[in-house]
Each structure stands twice: as structure tokens, then as C-alpha cells.
């Protein structure tokens, strides 16, 4: 391989630094690598290769092992502990052929070792191979190099991004919280309100309940990514936790949702009253957007695997695609809904495994275009083995 071919580009001729004591050696080893198309310097001993090789880098060192004042291996380890000459490889040339001296070699932080008397090609060969290792390497480098400072980048978009959804969601929420509030005062006035219009008001409070959903799990799925919500431990009583979660969608989920108490005091589970609240809420709403309004959704806490409850949640919807079903619960996930909606099922999914993981239960689904979907999740009856970092 030409030098100009070795991996730098045509117009750089590869600098070799030959040192070697013994002047007829110098000029045999520069006459040959000159014509063979490197560019060469000499120098004749150990000092005077340092003081060389720190004026100029070279591109590689071809270097002789048994020479007075400083060896072959004292100049390869000064190199080694220059910064800026710690990656010019280092090619030994001896008459030294034991291995003893060749371990040494590669000790001291050589790259190859030719054993003297030599043979053109093969040097030429192998100098070639190393510079173009050499170039590699610093390719990869560079490349490295780039690809961090792009990931850097990136991080800073998707904070900027991550900042200016939370900054909207926090100022959207009040305002929405106002739209909910207003409307819950209309619905204390069905009486004065014919069936169209109770129709109505129930369906924009529902609409403004589900904004607000969605806007609590965007936020609270990034405080429990960040471990900044420390959950509020208790004993509470499942059955009860599942009647306010459907109370929460008024009268439209009222005439959807059919739960199913144990009512036997037996669905006492240690967690955050709250947080499972809103996990139950999230796949209520899910179930309720995923199928046709005529149909029902099923709510019930069953006995789960060893000393575990689980809540279940079932619709008749179409079930959960198959493209979709591995990162279900990653966010922003999307699917078709029914009649060619388009509804985000991945980020209160999300918040729902977030909050599931906090409390060291399981979560899951069972799904089939025949007979919908049911999902669940599992949650420990003495509650989490140790409480989440805050």
C-alpha cells in the first residue's frame, strides 16, 4: 500500500522517524523508505529522537532496540507519556529476535516488532498497516467527538422542549380547572336545563375532565421519572378508591361503568390513595375512548398473584393493535380509535407504569379484536418493600 493510500488524505506523505545508532543503517533504512514514498527523518540516538519527534510529531517512529545512552524501550516509553505523542505508533526494527524481547517491545508500547535482516515489502506493509490504523483511529475520534457534541445538542433541544410542554401544561391547567368548575355549577342546575342541553353540559365537563387528565399525567409522569414524588403511604380500601375513580367521569361514565365490589372489606391494600386514583381514572378513560359508546366497562379488584390485589379494568373495544402493543406504555403512543379518531393512549399509560413501578407492583394487558381489552395491575397488600427515593 502507497503511503498516499493509507488512510490520510493524497496529498499528505507519511512522516517516519527512523532511529537507529548505526549510520549505515540510517541510510539503508532512508534511501528505502524514501523510495518507497514516505517522507523520512533520522536520527541516531535515543535524545535526539525525543527532542525530533517533540519538535514534529511524526506520523509513525520505526525504531532500533539496542542503542547506547537511551534503549529502544526507555524512547518508546518516554513517547508513551507525552500526550501529545502517545498515539504515534511505535514499530520496532532489532536484530533481537527472542521472544523475551519482543514482550518487552509491546510492553513498553509498541505497536509491531520486525526482526532484522528485513524484508522491503514486508516493512512497507506493515507501516502502512499502522498508519492507516492510526488514521482509522483518529477518524473514530473525530467521529466520537462529533456524535457527542450532537448528542449535546440534542439533550439541549429535548430539554427546551421538555421545559416549554411543562410550562404550557402548568399555565393551560388553571384555566381548564376554571372550565371544569364552571361547568360542574351548570350540572348542579339540571333542573332548569332541558335533556339536550344536561346532554351537553355533561359531555364539555367530560371533556374538561379529560384535559386535565391528560395534563396531570404529563406532568406527574416527569416527577415520577425524577423520583420528586414521594408517595403518601396508607391503608386504603380498594373498592372505595375504584367508586371515586368512576365518580370522577359524571354522568356519562355513570351510565358506562359497571364496577364490581368485593364488599367484603378484603380489598385493603398500603398505597398512595391519590396516585392509584388516577392510575384507575386513566385506564377507565382509556377503556371508555377505545370503545363504542353503547358499550360497558368493567371495573372489579381480584385476588392477584401471592399477596398481591389487582384491579382489572375490560372493555369490548377493538383491542390493542399489534404494532403498538410492545411500547404500549412508552409516551406518546397513538392508535385509531373508533370511527378514525386518533386518540393518545401512551402518555396516561405511561404515568400509569410510572406510578405502578413506584409502588412495586406490576401492570399489564390482555387483548383481542374478539373480546377487547382488559388491563390491570398488581399492587404488593403490605405496599412497597421500601419506600421510593424522593
Not at 197 to 205: H, I, N
Not at 238 to 252: H, I, M, N, Q
Not at 270 to 291: M, P, Y
Not at 295 to 306: H, I, K, N, R
Request: net charge negative.
Amino acid at each position: 500500500m502507497e503511503p498516499e493510500a493509507a488512510g490520510a488524505p493524497a496529498s499528505h506523505v507519511a512522516d517516519i522517524l527512523v532511529v537507529d545508532d548505526t549510520p549505515a543503517n540510517l541510510r539503508l533504512l532512508e534511501r528505502l523508505l524514501s523510495s518507497a514514498g514516505f517522507h523520512v527523518r533520522p536520527a541516531a540516538s535515543g535524545e535526539s529522537a525525543l527532542a525530533a519527534a517533540a519538535a514534529r510529531p511524526p506520523d509513525l517512529v520505526l525504531l532500533d532496540v539496542d542503542m547506547p545512552g537511551m534503549d529502544g524501550y526507555q524512547v518508546c516509553r518516554a513517547l508513551k507519556h507525552d500526550p501529545a505523542l502517545a498515539d504515534v505508533p511505535v514499530v520496532f526494527l532489532s536484530a533481537l529476535g527472542e521472544t523475551s524481547d519482543k514482550l518487552e517491545a509491546f510492553a513498553a508500547g509498541g505497536v509491531d516488532y520486525v526482526t532484522k535482516p528485513f524484508h522491503l515489502e514486508e516493512l512497507r506493509a506493515r507501516i502502512a498497516t499502522h498508519l492507516e490504523l492510526r488514521q482509522l483511529r483518529r477518524e473514530l475520534e473525530q467521529r466520537n467527538r462529533e456524535l457527542a457534541e450532537s448528542n449535546q445538542r440534542l439533550r439541549a433541544v429535548e430539554q427546551l422542549r421538555h421545559d416549554l410542554v411543562h410550562m404550557v401544561a402548568h399555565d393551560m391547567r388553571s384555566p381548564l380547572m376554571g372550565v371544569s368548575g364552571y361547568l360542574e355549577l351548570l350540572e348542579l342546575e339540571q333542573e332548569s336545563l332541558d335533556e339536550t342541553q344536561r346532554d351537553f353540559v355533561a359531555r364539555a365537563l367530560e371533556s374538561a375532565r379529560a384535559l386535565v387528565r391528560q395534563l396531570d399525567a404529563m406532568l406527574d409522569a416527569d416527577r415520577l421519572e425524577s423520583n420528586r414524588v414521594p408517595l403518601q403511604l396508607g391503608a386504603h380500601d380498594l373498592d372505595g378508591l375504584l367508586e371515586r375513580a368512576a365518580s370522577t367521569f359524571g354522568p356519562l361514565g355513570a351510565r358506562r361503568i359497571v364496577l364490581h365490589p368485593r364488599g367484603d372489606r378484603s380489598a385493603r391494600v398500603r398505597c398512595d390513595a391519590e396516585i392509584v386514583l388516577r392510575v384507575t381514572a386513566n385506564l377507565i378513560a382509556n377503556a371508555l375512548a377505545h370503545s363504542e359508546e353503547s358499550e360497558a366497562v368493567e371495573v372489579g379488584v381480584v385476588d392477584g398473584s401471592s399477596d398481591r390485589l389487582r384491579v382489572e379494568v375490560r372493555d369490548r373495544g377493538p383491542g390493542v393493535p399489534d404494532e403498538i402493543r410492545e411500547r404500549l406504555f412508552d409516551k406518546y403512543v397513538s392508535s385509531g380509535a373508533p370511527r378514525g379518531r386518533m386518540r393518545s393512549m401512551g402518555l396516561g399509560l405511561a404515568f400509569c407504569k410510572l406510578a405502578i413501578d413506584a409502588h412495586q407492583g406490576t401492570i399489564g394487558f390482555d387483548s383481542s379484536a374478539e373480546a377487547g381489552s382488559r388491563f390491570w395491575f398488581e399492587l404488593p397488600r403490605e405496599g412497597p418493600a421500601r419506600a421510593p427515593q424522593s
